[in-house]
């Protein structure tokens, strides 16, 4: 099956369809667009045209290019043939199964049907149809001009040939397109909810302050914190979200949602759109206090362990004595534990001690518990020591590892294979890397031991290690 020359529509000309309408066009469709509200598809086909012009003022487009694209897109009144056939109407069940009635009614015998769905089950969507194997997910990412990532999701009854013909077309509009089962959440909203849960279980903890936890991911390379990122989306839509993957997975309790973010929308903090969230706005995080760097002194140091996290310490500290057999990693002075967090706390360990987050960026905040004079050497490595409660994992690595566990297991349900797992994190929500990647820059061991030290600590489901990763 092949669908590069095929007549498109697309049915619904809000945000995702004009955009989804945008980008076949640039590809060099023909693209009919179809609203049931009045003027909309007209209103979209406007809306994009000024969008357009401001690139060509820009530079970014040429005047002729735009003219093409948008001689290829035509609004119309009613359904109509075509070869595919994207939706990206309202999330709703029936309605959308209403849509797919309609257009078996109408359309060719080999025509595909591709829904924009972001968390219904494509299985669910084909019951009833004639053919379901011409159903298959191709969910875009907001905004779809600009994000790269389309999960092509197939349903239990999608042609494999089906799902490939819009893989391939999907790399053809400039887009990375990775397979995915349907199942709840799909890959992206799946993987991620851990970013979101760790904050608020570290939260419920009251280990730290939203601002403090923001500013330790963001050091480790997310382009926002979680409680900031929350703030955006808006609190109602994603615990409307969590709630969901919650229920779609029989309430399995590692998707339990927060009663800190229930609270949220009680109150009716919602966020930006609400003008209070976990922040107030338009000033958004208060800023961390300054933290004076003062290099400490000590008569012994010894760098402890193998792997990147040491190494880090023998460059700053020459003088310092090597023990690379030691079962733990991290720095001891004059006989304090300084130890990278591998899920115990720091009053597990000797008197003095003190356990240091995940240090993946170069320099920043980093979460430390313990002794504060024994955490001030963590600034040898540029390192802002920001001191937590002494909670198994801390800020990142707990919240890395969770990310992993939950990519390992979608890997062992065979929602994604590992590098669809890293390619659709990276490019669908931004992160600075894969949970595979990240795996690979940790000991495996050490994820699963931390892992199973926050499943003892907190005696649930929550923290089970995926049977892939083990």
């Known amino acids: 099956?092949?669908?590069?020359?095929?007549?498109?529509?697309?049915?619904?000309?809000?945000?995702?369809?004009?955009?989804?309408?945008?980008?076949?066009?640039?590809?060099?469709?023909?693209?009919?667009?179809?609203?049931?509200?009045?003027?909309?598809?007209?209103?979209?086909?406007?809306?994009?045209?000024?969008?357009?012009?401001?690139?060509?003022?820009?530079?970014?487009?040429?005047?002729?290019?735009?003219?093409?694209?948008?001689?290829?897109?035509?609004?119309?009144?009613?359904?109509?043939?075509?070869?595919?056939?994207?939706?990206?109407?309202?999330?709703?069940?029936?309605?959308?199964?209403?849509?797919?009635?309609?257009?078996?009614?109408?359309l060719p015998?080999?025509?595909?049907i591709a829904t924009n769905?972001?968390?219904?089950?494509?299985?669910?969507?084909?019951?009833?149809?004639?053919?379901?194997?011409?159903?298959?997910?191709?969910?875009?990412?907001n905004p779809v001009p600009l994000m790269k990532l389309v999960e092509v999701v197939s349903g239990l009854g999608t042609a494999p040939e089906v799902a490939q013909a819009v893989f391939d077309l999907a790399g053809r509009w400039g887009k990375t397109a990775v397979h995915a089962r349907s199942t709840p959440g799909f890959i992206v909203n799946r993987i991620a909810r851990p970013y979101y849960a760790e904050a608020l279980m570290l939260l419920q903890e009251r280990a730290a302050a939203p601002e403090l936890i923001d500013a330790c991911l963001r050091a480790a390379g997310f382009r926002m914190g979680p409680c900031e990122l929350m703030d955006l989306i808006g609190h109602d839509t994603n615990f409307a979200v969590t709630n969901s993957v919650f229920a779609a997975n029989f309430f399995d309790r590692r998707f339990t949602p927060s009663l800190v973010q229930q609270e949220l929308v009680d109150a009716g903090f919602l966020g930006r759109k609400s003008g209070r969230g976990f922040y107030r706005y338009p000033e958004g995080a208060p800023a961390l206090p300054a933290v004076d760097l003062v290099r400490p002194t000590a008569a012994q140091l010894v760098v402890h362990g193998q792997g990147e996290v040491a190494e880090r310490f023998a460059a700053a500290l020459p003088e310092a004595v090597r023990e690379r057999d030691s079962s733990w990693v991290g720095l001891s002075v004059d006989g304090h534990q300084l130890c990278l967090t591998d899920g115990r706390?720091?009053?597990?360990?000797?008197?003095?001690?003190?356990?240091?987050?995940?240090?993946?960026?170069?320099?920043?905040?980093l979460a430390y518990a313990g002794d504060a004079a024994t955490a001030a050497w963590l600034g040898v490595l540029g390192l802002t020591p920001r001191a937590v409660a002494d909670v198994p994992g801390?800020?990142?690595?707990?919240?890395?590892?969770?990310?992993?566990?939950?990519?390992?297991?979608?890997?062992?349900?065979?929602?994604?294979?590992?590098?669809?797992?890293?390619?659709?994190?990276?490019?669908?929500?931004?992160?600075?890397?894969?949970?595979?990647?990240?795996l690979g820059r940790w000991d495996r061991r050490a994820v699963v031991a931390l892992l199973d030290r926050l499943d003892q600590h907190h005696r649930g489901e929550r923290y089970r290690v995926s049977p892939y990763l083990r």
Not at 356 to 365: E, H
Request: charged share 20%; net charge negative; aromatic share 4%.
């Open 1 to 106: 099956m092949n669908l590069d020359n095929a007549r498109l529509l697309v049915v619904g000309a809000g945000l995702m369809g004009a955009g989804i309408a945008q980008v076949a066009a640039q590809a060099g469709h023909a693209v009919a667009l179809f609203d049931t509200r009045d003027g909309a598809a007209d209103a979209a086909k406007a809306k994009l045209a000024a969008t357009l012009d401001g690139l060509v003022a820009k530079g970014k487009l040429t005047p002729e290019a735009v003219a093409a694209t948008l001689a290829s897109i035509t609004p119309v009144a009613a359904l109509q043939p075509a070869d595919l056939v994207i939706e990206a109407i309202v999330e709703h069940l029936d309605v959308k199964r209403a849509l797919f009635a309609e257009l078996e009614a109408l």
């Open 109 to 112: 015998d080999d025509a595909v």
């Open 117 to 141: 769905t972001s968390s219904i089950s494509v299985t669910a969507l084909a019951r009833g149809m004639k053919k379901p194997e011409r159903l298959v997910g191709m969910h875009f990412f």
């Open 345 to 365: 706390r720091a009053a597990e360990l000797a008197h003095g001690a003190a356990v240091f987050d995940l240090p993946l960026g170069a320099t920043g905040d």
């Open 394 to 438: 801390l800020v990142v690595a707990r919240t890395l590892a969770m990310l992993i566990n939950e990519a390992a297991d979608a890997v062992q349900q065979g929602v994604c294979d590992p590098a669809g797992a890293d390619a659709a994190m990276k490019l669908g929500v931004n992160y600075p890397a894969g949970p595979f990647e990240w």
